[in-house]
Nanobody, 126 residues
C-alpha cells in the first residue's frame, strides 16, 4: 500500500512559480513510477507529468513542457512538481499518483496508476 499526500497548493499570479510536493508512505515508494495529473472545473482529469522510479525518464504534457519540472527524492519518499511561468489555464486541482509496477518508462495514462492523493488546488490569477 502507498498513501500519497500533496502539499498545499495556493493562489499565484500569472507568470509566478509554485512547487508542489507529494509525500508517500510505504516502503515501495522507490520501486514505483509516479505522476502528476490535474482536473479543472468541468473538465476531465488530464496528464501533467510523469517520472520513473529512478527518475531517469520523465514525460510532460505539451501544455506544460518547458515550464514544469517533475523530480523525486527516493530517500525522502517525496515527489515534486516545480511549476514556473504559470498561466490562468493551469488552474486546477492537482493530484499525485503512483503505479503499482516498476515501469521503466514514464507513464502518461491515468489507468496505469493505482494510488492517488487527495488533490490540492492551484489557482493562477490573470
Amino acid at each position: 500500500q502507498v498513501q500519497l499526500v500533496e502539499s498545499r497548493g495556493g493562489l499565484v499570479q500569472a507568470g509566478g512559480s509554485l512547487r508542489l510536493s507529494c509525500a508517500a508512505s510505504g516502503r515501495t515508494f522507490g520501486s514505483t513510477a509516479m505522476g502528476w495529473f490535474r482536473q479543472a472545473p468541468g473538465k476531465e482529469r488530464e496528464f501533467v507529468a510523469a517520472i520513473t522510479r529512478s527518475g531517469g525518464s520523465t514525460a510532460y504534457s505539451d501544455s506544460v513542457k518547458g515550464r514544469f519540472t517533475i523530480s523525486r527524492d527516493n530517500a525522502k519518499n517525496t515527489m515534486y512538481l516545480q511549476m514556473n511561468s504559470l498561466k490562468p489555464e493551469d488552474t486546477a486541482v492537482y493530484y499525485c499518483a503512483a503505479t503499482k509496477l516498476a515501469f521503466t518508462t514514464a507513464q502518461v495514462e491515468p489507468g496505469r496508476y493505482v494510488y492517488w492523493g487527495q488533490g490540492t488546488q492551484v489557482t493562477v490569477s490573470s
